[in-house]
């Protein structure tokens, strides 16, 4: 059954009639063996995948692709704006991360749909061989370079759905209602927007993302309740 802090539909309707439900803390949560078992079984897998990324992303960029046409950066001159970027991920992605780790039933859901997000992501890579946008101007994020890209040349074909956008929507969608959730939309707005001012995305990769975070959530709410 879903956590407390994850209210029904039904029970959101009848908040007037019901006493409101305290927050899943981390002592009662981990002294229930459902919720142990998806937390480690939810890490282990990450690991899993993690390990497997830098050979799929290298084979990804080795193997050929087709160009898209968009007229949006056709008109749109290309910048580099990484700083701003990867300023606007990592500040959102602490805030997401400050906010859900007091908050266990939040978090556990915000894990499953973060690798069911990246197994989405995988295989529309795998589907959707790209190159990448005309006048591409590099990434630069030291990060993410480091431990999941182990190839010769740099990551550029990574591009359907946009990760960057999806990660913060994700964030926003998994903190509760507030100013977090606004700040974290804003942030996601910007990042689909300066990934297009850097010709990183085609616009497509960035409209397409919102989808894909619907289905990873929708389907880490199937597995919290499972």
Wanted: glycine residues 6%.
């Amino acid at each position: 059954m879903l956590p407390p802090d994850f209210p029904s539909a039904p029970a959101a309707r009848n908040r007037t009639t019901n006493p409101p439900v305290a927050p899943l803390t981390w002592p009662v949560a981990w002294h229930q063996p459902a919720f142990r078992v998806r937390l480690l079984l939810v890490l282990a897998l990450l690991l899993a995948l993690a390990s497997q990324l830098p050979g799929f992303f290298a084979w990804v960029q080795a193997r050929p692709g087709y160009h898209l046409p968009d007229p949006l950066l056709d008109w749109l001159p290309a910048h580099d704006v990484s700083e701003a970027t990867f300023a606007v991920i990592y500040l959102g992605i602490a805030l997401g991360v400050t906010t859900l780790l007091p908050r266990p039933g939040r978090l556990l859901r915000a894990l499953w749909a973060y690798l069911l997000l990246h197994l989405l992501r995988c295989a529309t890579l795998w589907l959707l061989p790209l190159e990448p946008p005309p006048g591409l101007v590099l990434l630069q994020d030291p990060l993410v370079d480091m431990f999941l890209y182990a190839a010769p040349t740099p990551i550029t074909k990574d591009l359907f759905f946009s990760g960057h956008t999806a990660t913060l929507l994700l964030l926003a969608l998994a903190v509760p209602v507030g100013w977090r959730r606004w700040l974290l939309l804003a942030g996601t707005v910007a990042v689909g927007i300066l990934v297009l001012i850097q010709h990183a995305h085609y616009t497509y990769d960035v409209l397409a993302a919102p989808l894909f975070v619907w289905l990873a959530w929708r389907g880490s709410r199937w597995v919290v309740r499972g």
